[in-house]
């Protein structure tokens, strides 16, 4: 049975999207990834969305969600990936663990931003991602 992972940020439009995409395209097989955000903007940031498409992690399911949409989901494993997120997390109740790793926001930034951010992602994140819950 598929783990379900949360990641969650402020405005769940760049980061959080970007590694709920790469969690799924090359962890699909044992995790299930959402995200949201505490504050969450409701939009995806379209370079962020440009650079999944690119590489063939888009799915049309991705959006920007407010928390409270995914406060009863039962979540194996919560990664806060924004400190603003890591200071103002909610509880979950059905969480088992909840983790922090930080990763720099490239939004309004050079597309070259976006680039090193996912590949911060998929070097960092995921080997954590897959050593807990896989």
């Known amino acids: 049975m598929k783990k379900n992972v949360l990641i969650l940020c402020t405005g769940n439009s760049c980061r959080s999207i970007m590694a709920e995409a790469l ?28 650079l999944l498409e690119k590489n063939g992690f888009w799915r049309d399911e991705y959006h920007s969600k407010v928390i409270e949409t995914v406060l009863d989901t039962p979540f194996d494993l919560v990664v806060t990936v924004c400190d603003n997120a890591k200071e103002t997390c909610p509880m979950f109740p059905k969480a088992i663990k909840t983790i922090h790793m930080g990763f720099e926001d490239p939004s309004g930034k050079a597309e070259g931003e976006y ?20």
């Not at 680039?115 to 896989?134: D, Q």
């Open 23 to 50: 969690i799924n395209a090359k962890l699909g097989d044992c995790v299930h990834a959402q995200s949201s955000g505490v504050k969450a903007s409701g939009k995806v940031n379209p370079t962020a969305q440009a």
């Open 115 to 134: 680039v090193k951010a996912l590949e911060l992602i998929n070097e960092n994140l995921l080997p954590i991602i897959k050593k807990e819950v896989c």
